[in-house]
């Protein structure tokens, strides 16, 4: 019947798909979570399951496949991997109560009980131990632009002002997982995730807030403008949707100033591959080779650091100050490393508790680790300044370690710059004594991760449930005596009593046994025949097992209850606690940088108020490591840029390390902002405001857009934002395109950073014509990478030195990479023709010594446009004769071509 109406089943299912809108609708049935139509077919892809085919709908066969219920995490896991985002609808009452409600042929009520997201997960199981889970949304308001991200996994909230130049910048440093904007708003280019534009109206959001934090004003907060609040309110309402009413953590807002951190944006972080390479791996990044934390806390934030190089000099300094004490102490250092080793992730057992997802043995690891925290703190606590700290209430913190404006007035900043680390740190690892006895004395030693069995209180920690428990022991025993009784009785020695789901406790014997038990007059009930056992149930059997059961639905449902108070009282201290995870991850990421400073003899930087730039021996971590795993040893190499000296023109073969050289500077920069030791000897400079790193072209031909477009895009961004506080590298920028059109525009763009820009440059070319710039930019100098040519074979030295390239080694560099010789003498025979031809007319940059300079010629071209200007504003039209209109045409001609 292709018309028939549909199942009630399928009617149900059908208004939950309709709620669940793109997302995948996990429908439960029993023991699995089945998909339906589109979505099973999708599913079935992704996870490599079986599709099968139910019933009929519109006449068609309905697509269907399923997974376990017990095991969906995994599959989840997948699904959402692959980009998907799933409706979880599970059944919410009994079938016994569907049919108290509607009689014998009730359908199950369901509802979708949570929307699995990737960025508002908080499973374990579904999230990267070291990676921070951000979820992101863009908002705007009264002519702002604003971020809010929160990682709900730990409760971390931030609130970004920006705008729409800077929106790139900020949403490539956090890396969001899912990004939300509104529908038909300018972001929609940005998003994941697009929601309805009332949820990220900024007066409905302000009473959404308060509502979540509980609080009659947001002042407490710090200063919130209308597009913080509407992106803050597009977020809250996205969490509230997909956890369908219960909010996850969320701690108060932190309020980011676009300031306060180093400007990179998205081409360079993608260029410098800061915490991923350009294919999108932790592995080969700079955060890979510097990360040498314990645990997840600590790398989530020194990736966050390590994004984020800060701007404000006593901070860094604070930072910079931990580091070298643990640094210089190794065994402070390693005992410090080994206790953080074996403490668990509070902060993300925390966001399952706060989030409902929690279970006892998330309770267990904040007992555990808060105790290890408070006698890390002991052991620390000597290390503190004596006076005049006084522990802060752990309570008083509650907002004002979250709002900027009160961190820095009132905890961590002093009249002379801010509180030494440890002295902020220590008394946050404290403050959790009775929680800690608490949980100590509730919860037994390793609690599971699932509630479902109970056995998780402690013994002794309620004497009613003490009792419950021997009764339930003393009924086992019981069983068991009865088992003894009941094969003497029968004289079956195979004679077994068994438990399971269906029957509960009942004798089994072999087949063959049965005979005896069978009899009318036994004492025994036949329940269930199988293949070679048959089941059998007894009185004083039934009464035992009623006992026993009994007893045990008594104990989980105390067990349950004792879990629940616990859970609120922990969560009472959520604030606190979380600032104790915080904590414990700044001292793990300061352990960490120590620990890799001092395996390869890192400096500490020195960071001062002008724009210098001096390093010595500067290396690059990375090329480093891979150079020395090929057995080869890396060069060190200096650089010095100061106010005078401030842009370096590199050139040298290819492969002579020129990027390499270039990189390196801009990652110490980064490192040192960051609060790390850098990979130097010794290493000096002026703070970085922004750091721009642009690669030539040919480098990066998989992107799809024109590559020399982009290449010009970004070199444009440059000009038009780098300030004499900035750090430019430019790598072979121009040679997208022709080399006469490459060289024109390199030479133009040396020019502008050098006259405008005024900024620390690295400039990296294989123009040699360049190099005669340095005749008429004073702060301009000449380097090359060395290399030289031995028995015929190219030796690259990566070494380098000053003054200009005497030559390019280009064939001998093609020579070194294997093309055949046939072809290098050829190209050999071509470049003398050519050579001899540049000695006859000057070469590529001939003429350019008469090129005016660079602002002079700018003013010329001012002048000429001024003088014609000045003709015209001269005029008096209605006066002239039409003979001398036309004379007034030659000259403004004339003086239109300057002449
Ligand atoms: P260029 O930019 O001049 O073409 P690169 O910086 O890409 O050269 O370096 C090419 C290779 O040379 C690197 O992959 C690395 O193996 C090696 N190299 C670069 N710099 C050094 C150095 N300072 N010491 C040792 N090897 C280096």
Redesign the pocket.
């Known amino acids: 019947m292709a018309d028939a109406a549909p199942t009630p089943m399928m009617t149900q299912y059908l208004a939950l798909k309709a709620e669940a809108g793109d997302c995948l609708l996990f429908y439960r049935m029993g023991d699995f979570f089945e998909l339906f139509f589109d979505d099973a077919r999708i599913a079935s892809g992704v996870l490599d399951i079986a599709l099968t085919a139910r019933g009929e709908h519109d006449g068609e066969k309905i697509p269907m496949c399923g997974v376990p219920a017990h095991a969906a995490v995994g599959y989840l896991q997948r699904l959402i991997k692959a980009g998907h985002r799933v409706a979880i609808a599970d059944q919410i009452e009994t079938p016994a109560e569907a049919k108290k409600r509607a009689g014998s042929k009730a359908l199950v009520a369901r509802a979708i009980i949570r929307v699995v997201t990737a960025g508002t997960l908080t499973e374990e199981a579904l999230l990267d131990a070291r990676t921070a889970n951000w979820c992101v949304a863009i908002g705007e308001a009264a002519g702002g632009v604003a971020i809010a991200a929160a990682d709900v996994s730990t409760g971390r909230f931030e609130l970004v002002e920006t705008d729409a130049g800077g929106l790139s910048a900020e949403l490539a440093r956090l890396g969001g997982v899912e990004v939300l904007a509104s529908e038909a708003s300018a972001f929609e280019q940005y998003a994941t995730v697009l929601r309805p534009r009332g949820e990220f109206d900024s007066t409905a959001a302000e009473a959404r807030l308060k509502r979540v934090y509980g609080v009659a004003t947001l002042d407490g907060f710090g200063q919130l403008s209308r597009a913080g609040l509407a992106a803050a309110g597009g977020l809250v309402a996205y969490l509230d949707h997909t956890a369908k009413g219960s909010l996850p953590f969320l701690r108060p807002p932190r309020i980011g100033n676009a300031g306060e951190a180093m400007a990179i944006d998205a081409a360079t972080r993608e260029s410098l591959e800061l915490t991923q390479t350009q294919q999108g791996q932790r592995k080969g990044s700079l955060l890979d080779a510097v990360d040498r934390t314990v645990t997840g806390a600590g790398a989530r934030l020194l990736a966050g650091d390590i994004g984020a190089p800060l701007m404000d000099r006593a901070t860094i300094e604070a930072r910079l100050d931990l580091v070298q004490r643990l640094h210089d102490d190794g065994a402070l250092r390693e005992s410090l490393r080994a206790t953080l080793r074996s403490l668990p992730d509070i902060g993300r057992a925390l966001g399952r508790l706060v989030a409902g997802r929690g279970g006892p043995r998330d309770l267990g690891q904040l007992r555990d680790g808060l105790d290890g925290a408070w006698l890390l703190a002991e052991r620390l606590a000597p290390l503190t300044s004596p006076s005049p700290v006084r522990p802060e209430p752990v309570e008083g913190r509650e907002h004002g370690e979250s709002s900027r404006a009160r961190a820095s007035t009132s905890s961590a900043r002093t009249e002379g710059g801010v509180r030494p680390l440890l002295d902020q740190l220590v008394p946050r690892l404290q403050g959790h004594g009775a929680l800690i006895d608490l949980l100590k004395r509730a919860l037994v030693p390793t609690p599971p991760i699932d509630a479902s069995d109970g056995g998780y209180i402690a013994e002794g920690y309620d004497a009613a449930l003490d009792d419950l428990r021997d009764i339930g022991a003393g009924g086992r025993r019981a069983i068991a005596a009865l088992e003894a009784e009941y094969r003497t009785r029968t004289g079956t020695s195979t004679l077994k009593i068994r438990h399971n789901g269906v029957l509960g406790y009942h004798v089994e014997v072999p087949a063959k046994a049965a005979d005896p038990l069978m009899a009318g007059d036994s004492g025994f009930t036949h329940r269930q025949t199988l293949a070679g056992v048959v089941r059998f149930n007894a009185p004083e059997l039934h009464e035992l097992a009623m006992k026993v059961t009994q007893a045990g639905s008594h104990a989980l449902a105390a067990e349950a209850a004792h879990l629940e108070e616990l859970t609120q009282t922990a969560l009472a201290g959520r604030e606190a606690i979380a600032a104790t995870a915080d904590a414990l991850g700044r001292l793990d990421v300061a352990a960490g940088l120590a620990e890799r400073a001092a395996e390869d003899g890192w400096a500490r930087p020195t960071l001062v108020d002008h724009a210098c730039f001096e390093i010595e021996g500067g290396r690059h971590p990375v090329?480093e490591a891979?150079?020395q795993r090929s057995g080869?040893r890396?060069?060190a190499?200096d650089c010095s840029l100061s106010e005078t000296s401030r842009l370096w023109l590199v050139t040298?073969p290819?492969?002579?390390?020129?990027?390499?050289?270039l990189r390196q500077n801009a990652l110490i920069a980064v490192l040192a902002q960051a609060g790390s030791y850098v990979p130097a000897t010794r290493a000096e400079l002026g703070l970085v405001d922004k750091l721009f790193s642009r690669v030539g072209a040919s480098d990066n031909l998989a992107r799809g857009r024109s590559t020399f477009m982009v290449e010009m895009v970004e070199t444009a961004a440059i000009l038009a934002q780098a300030t004499p506080q900035s750090f430019v590298i430019l790598d072979e920028v121009g040679r997208g395109t022709s080399t006469y059109d490459g060289l024109a525009i390199a030479w133009a763009v040396v020019e502008a950073i050098h006259e405008d820009n005024r900024c620390r440059c690295l400039f990296?070319t294989h123009y040699h014509e360049l190099t005669r710039l340095a005749e008429r930019c004073d702060a301009l100098t000449l380097h090359h990478?060395r290399a030289r040519e031995w028995k015929g074979d190219l030796v690259?030295l990566?070494e380098v030195t000053e003054g200009p390239a005497d030559r390019s080694y280009g064939l001998a560099v093609a020579r070194l990479a294997g093309l055949p010789p046939s072809t290098i003498a050829r190209a050999k025979s071509v470049l003398a023709k050519l050579e001899a031809g540049r000695a006859k007319t000057g070469g590529l940059a001939a003429g350019l010594d008469d090129l005016p300079l660079f602002a002079a010629a700018i003013e010329a071209e001012e002048e000429g446009s001024d003088a014609v200007r000045a003709e015209l504003d001269s005029l008096d039209i209605d006066a002239l004769t039409p003979r001398e209109a036309l004379d007034v045409l030659y000259r403004l001609k004339r003086l239109a071509h300057n002449d």
């Open positions: 090329v891979a150079v080869e890396f060069v190499n040298g290819n492969m002579g390390g020129k990027s390499t050289f990296a990478v690259l990566h």
